[in-house]
């Protein structure tokens, strides 16, 4: 099995600093990519057999697919502004080319897919906002492909915590196909932190314990869910952000929770 935390790598020629595949992740579905570009830099890719959900982390891009074009899109130039980003989602044997306006961090999210529907623009407007939670488990969620809106495999979402709550909490897990109770969905996190030179601690865990991974997350580190339970806890002083990023053989969020906390709701 792969490492469950991915570190961030300096900049190749293509401005990617993470890549996440199937193979290098050991599992079938989610592909994740990271990319950091200059103003006037551009970012030309096929999506295969993959579709794709490009997310505006921060700053200013244009984006063009085989069929559309979408100019000087994005708002928020730091992820921590906490509006809801601009996306585009592109479908698989499609192509996209992102030319960044400003200073950008894009994310790249993939899964297979099925030529079901056609690239589009996803606006601040179109993302539901949500507080979930109380007390020291409240975080806001930003739904950016969520199973109610078209797509083929891909949920994104994306998830901010107040410094000191914990979050994806009480413990859920989705890593049984055995709807309608459970739904089996690969995971990744995206966490960013701030201030930048923070952490929070996630634990990765299922029910007999034969994995059971604690990790330090530092700023742009990625943490693989292939299996099991996966709270956040963010530390005081810091608070944290994560984008998540899911896909199974089928396209529907159902988990279980983990028994011995779910008083905790």
């Known amino acids: 099995m792969a490492s ?20 290098s992740a050991g599992w079938k579905y989610v592909g994740f990519e990271v990319y950091q570009l200059s103003s006037g830099e551009i970012l030309r890719k096929d999506t295969n057999e993959n579709e794709v959900c490009i997310v505006l982390l921060s700053g200013k891009a244009d984006v063009q697919t ?10 928020r130039m730091s992820i921590f502004e906490k509006i809801p980003p601009y996306s585009v989602y592109v479908p698989n044997q499609d192509q996209f080319m992102i030319e960044a306006k400003t200073k950008l961090e894009v994310a790249v999210c993939l899964a297979p897919g099925k030529s079901h529907y056609k690239a589009r623009l996803i606006e601040p407007k179109d993302v539901d906002q949500e507080e979930r939670g109380s007390g020291k488990m409240s975080r806001r969620i930003h739904h950016i492909l969520p199973e109610q809106k078209e797509a083929d495999s891909l949920l994104v979402v994306e998830v901010f915590t107040p410094d000191g709550n914990t979050s994806s909490y009480p413990p859920h897990k989705h890593d049984q196909n055995n709807l309608p109770e459970e739904s089996y969905l690969e995971e990744t996190y995206y966490h960013r932190v701030n201030p930048s030179q923070g952490f929070v601690f996630q634990r990765v865990y299922n029910d007999d314990r034969s994995l059971d991974e604690t990790v330090s997350v530092e700023n742009r580190d990625v943490v693989l869910v ?26 529907t969020w159902k988990f279980h929770n983990d028994k011995d906390h779910e008083w905790l709701f």
């Not at 085989?66 to 708002?75: A, S, V």
């Open 226 to 251: 292939p299996e099991g339970y996966h709270p956040v806890s963010s530390v005081p002083g810091y608070e944290s952000y994560y984008l998540n990023v899911m896909a199974g053989p089928v396209r």
């Open 66 to 75: 085989k069929d559309q074009t979408f100019e000087n899109i994005g708002e």
């Open 4 to 23: 469950l935390l991915q570190k961030p790598h300096p900049k190749d020629h293509e401005g990617n600093i993470i890549r996440v595949s199937p193979e």
